[in-house]
């Protein structure tokens, strides 16, 4: 049997590619999606932040890795990674079922330091407690941005390719899973459903990954948008952003306010096309 890889694809690719090897396989990569200038710009900026972040309180956070959350109003070229359209419409054409629209789930940097072990295997799908999401049902997608090379040394990605409609009992060892290596200013996706995990670092240097997580609409956000960002800060952000934090509602009822305003409308003067919730 020929042992799964994960698919890989260059930045002249389209979503259509990318969201079928994705359901296919539950995990790609798309190499060199942004420039170098574009990561030493968001490295510079998150720096100061990753000075001050303390290491992870547990085994699963690693008592050796940072994570900085909030990385929208900390680091401004961020926006250029969480509203990637390449990203967006992959993530579009993925996530299912959705009637209506997906939003942001959460964004950290995760920066394995030397000598950290592998992180547990998993999948981000747990977060979602106890509710058993059905194996044909894609309810989120992850990303994972390479800010430095991302080696197997390193400490790159784990993943497991295929593992993404195997129940979610079966579990898988490290020989199981394959490194998503790849060049700065790549990505690798994959879905909530799929096995993976953060690798050992054997290596002198920091991996800094940009982890990017989206959901669909009409569930909870890993990550508390509303709470991580004042509604001054979420003014400056592009109207496509300010929808993916969730200011525009998850579904026809979900996220109003006064009896049927859309959140949306807090954030302008200006009169907008969805003041009113999306039609039933
Ligand atoms: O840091 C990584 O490469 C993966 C981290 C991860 O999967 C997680 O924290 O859920
Ligand atoms: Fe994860």
């Known amino acids: ?98 009637k209506t629209t997906f939003q942001l789930h959460l964004t950290q940097s995760i920066a394995i330091g030397p000598g950290s072990p592998a992180q547990f295997l998993h999948r981000d799908h747990w977060c979602f407690d106890v509710f058993p999401v059905p194996r044909d049902v894609d309810v989120e997608v992850s990303t994972i941005w390479a800010l430095t090379d991302f080696t197997e040394e390193r400490g790159a990605t784990r993943v497991v390719p295929d593992s993404h409609r195997t129940p979610d009992d079966v579990r898988y060892t490290p020989d199981d899973s394959l490194p998503a290596e790849m060049p700065r200013g790549s990505v690798v996706l994959y879905l909530g459903s799929t096995v993976h995990g953060g690798g050992e670092n054997r290596s ?32 400056t952000f592009p109207e496509r952003i300010q929808r993916l934090l969730g200011y525009e509602p998850g579904a026809y009822a979900l996220g109003y306010i006064e009896g049927g305003r859309s959140p949306m409308t807090l954030l302008s003067d200006a009169p907008l096309a969805d003041t009113q919730s999306f039609q039933p």
């Open 204 to 235: 002198d240097d920091v991996r800094i990954g940009i982890n990017v997580d989206y959901v669909l609409g009409w569930l909870r956000q890993e990550e508390n948008q509303y709470l991580t960002y004042s509604l001054d800060e979420v003014r």
């Open 1 to 98: 049997m020929t042992r799964p890889t994960i698919p890989r694809y260059g930045n002249d690719t389209n979503a259509e590619t990318v969201s079928a090897a994705l359901r296919e396989h539950g995990a790609v990569i798309i190499e060199r999606l942004v420039d170098d200038a574009t990561c030493d710009r968001l490295h510079a900026e998150l720096q100061p932040w990753l000075d001050t972040t303390p290491v992870g309180g547990d085994e699963f956070s690693g008592h050796n890795t940072r994570r900085t959350g909030g990385l929208l109003a900390r680091c401004p070229s961020s926006l250029e990674l969480v509203g990637h359209p390449l990203v967006l419409d992959v993530v579009d054409q993925t996530l299912w079922p959705k």
